[in-house]
């Protein structure tokens, strides 16, 4: 497998929750459209995609432990 340099897919490190499990991916932004369909992009183009239905929820994530980092206590994260 090829490996790719930091930052080459975006510069934020996401984490996506579905029933398969979670994926985890850069991206510079995410973006739900009216269609409920997940997309994040990054250097003006489409990177990563998921189809309404086929993702729960996601959150930035920490690339030291893959730990949500933008979540508050008490907010009510939801459990693994």
């Not at 991916?25 to 990563?48: C, I, M, N, P, W």
């Not at 995609?49 to 907010?75: I, K, M, Q, T």
Request: charged share 20%.
């Amino acid at each position: 497998m090829a490996k790719t340099k930091y930052g080459e897919w975006g510069k934020f490190y996401w984490c996506v929750k579905s029933k398969g499990g979670e994926t985890f991916l850069h991206a510079d932004k995410a973006h739900v459209t009216e269609s409920g369909a997940l997309l994040f992009t990054g250097k003006q183009r489409v990177t990563v995609a998921f189809s309404s239905g086929n993702w729960d929820y996601y959150y930035a994530a920490s690339v030291l432990d893959d730990s949500p980092v933008s979540v508050e206590r008490g907010l009510g994260y939801p459990a693994n």
